[in-house]
Every structure is written in structure tokens, then in C-alpha cells.
């Protein structure tokens, strides 16, 4: 594929969506440390203060790897990394790991559609008849980017099919994985599975 030229604009998570994943991190983050408390581990050798846990996640460090890993490190890549880039020649959308990326050129796109008037809208390529709804923070500065390419598209309101997507995953991912891991955490089995 040949270049996209320069970038001309960025979009990252809604600003709702990156509060309701750095929400979920903070919250397993403080329930992290309130099960250290409860560590008899920790109970036995260290202070019931803040450098007593720092000191004690430095020493068994699997319970704060897990939580980076599987927690913190996706709130942050999904709250300010993902995103879709649009540049001068064509975009590329970010569907979550950098090898699901998709590029393609603004030549290949029939026609764009505004699904909702602040954030939602969908693309389709006439190359391979897939269309691709992702959310912007700024829907004008899209739309004048696509119409500087001569892309036709609907301003309306368009009806989104019932389908579940990308950011309700994303939710629900965040969701029950932390659940999994609040479980795992409480009960300690994890923990336990790795001494």
C-alpha cells in the first residue's frame, strides 16, 4: 500500500469511555491494595502503611503484574493510544491490537454516513463492500476532510443495526475481566497458583 501522506487528525476514546476505563482501573487498583491488607503474607512481615504495600508488591510482585498486565496497561492503550487516524490520502482505524489495524485510501471508500450527530459514523469501501462504524470526537473536522476527497455522504441520521459494537465489547470486556479478576484477587488463587 502506498503512503497515506501526512496526518491530519486523531481521535481517541470519547471522553465518557476513557473515564469509565481509568474509573474501572482505579477501582481494581484500590481493591488490589485492600486485598494486600488482608495478605497474611503481608500481615506477618510488613507495616499496615503505603510503603508497607509498596514494599510487599516489590517482593511478591505476581498480584501487581496481573493488575498492569490485564488491567492497567488496556485502560490506558484504550483510553489514550487506539484510535482512528485520518490523513491526507486515506485512515486507518485501530480495531485494538496494532496487527488488526486497517489502512486503506480514500479512493477506496463509496461513501460515508453520519449514524449519530456528535460521535458515530460509518465509512464503506467500495473495494471490498465492508463498511465500518467507529466513533469521532469531532465529527465536522471528518466530514470536512471527506469531503475534500469528494466522497459523497449522508448527513442524516441513519438507523444502526442492533449489533453489538466495538466500544459496548470493549465495556463488557472491561467489565467481566475485572470481575474475573476482583474473584481471582479475593480469593487469592492466582497468588497462590504462582508460589
Given at each position: 500500500m502506498e503512503s497515506l501522506g501526512k496526518r491530519l487528525y486523531k481521535s481517541t476514546a470519547l471522553k465518557e469511555f476513557k473515564v469509565l476505563y481509568m474509573g474501572i482501573a482505579g477501582i481494581l487498583l484500590t481493591n488490589l491494595v485492600?486485598?494486600?491488607y488482608s495478605n497474611p503474607l503481608f500481615t506477618e512481615k510488613f507495616q499496615k502503611t503505603f510503603s508497607g504495600v509498596v514494599d510487599f508488591h516489590i517482593k511478591y510482585p505476581e498480584d501487581f503484574l496481573v493488575y498492569c498486565f490485564t488491567i492497567l496497561f488496556?485502560?490506558?492503550?484504550?483510553?489514550?493510544?487506539?484510535?482512528?487516524?485520518?490523513?491526507?490520502?486515506?485512515?486507518?482505524?485501530?480495531r485494538g491490537f496494532p496487527f488488526f489495524n486497517r489502512s486503506f485510501l480514500y479512493s477506496n471508500i463509496s461513501k460515508y454516513k453520519i449514524i449519530h450527530p456528535k460521535y458515530l459514523m460509518g465509512v464503506k469501501r467500495s473495494d471490498i463492500d465492508e463498511e465500518?462504524?467507529?466513533?469521532?470526537?469531532?465529527?465536522?473536522?471528518?466530514?470536512?476532510?471527506?469531503?475534500?476527497?469528494?466522497?459523497?455522504?449522508?448527513?442524516?441520521?441513519?438507523?444502526?443495526?442492533?449489533?453489538?459494537?466495538?466500544?459496548?465489547?470493549?465495556?463488557?470486556?472491561?467489565?467481566?475481566?475485572?470481575?474475573?479478576?476482583?474473584?481471582?484477587?479475593?480469593?487469592?488463587?492466582?497468588?497462590?497458583?504462582?508460589r
Open positions: 485492600l486485598q494486600t488496556p485502560a490506558i492503550y484504550y483510553s489514550f493510544i487506539r484510535g482512528i487516524v485520518f490523513y491526507e490520502k486515506g485512515m486507518t482505524i485501530n465500518f462504524v467507529f466513533t469521532i470526537r469531532n465529527i465536522d473536522r471528518v466530514v470536512a476532510i471527506l469531503d475534500q476527497q469528494n466522497i459523497p455522504g449522508n448527513l442524516g441520521k441513519e438507523k444502526l443495526e442492533k449489533a453489538m459494537t466495538v466500544n459496548k465489547k470493549l465495556v463488557v470486556f472491561f467489565v467481566l475481566f475485572g470481575t474475573v479478576l476482583f474473584v481471582v484477587q479475593h480469593f487469592g488463587g492466582f497468588a497462590k497458583l504462582l
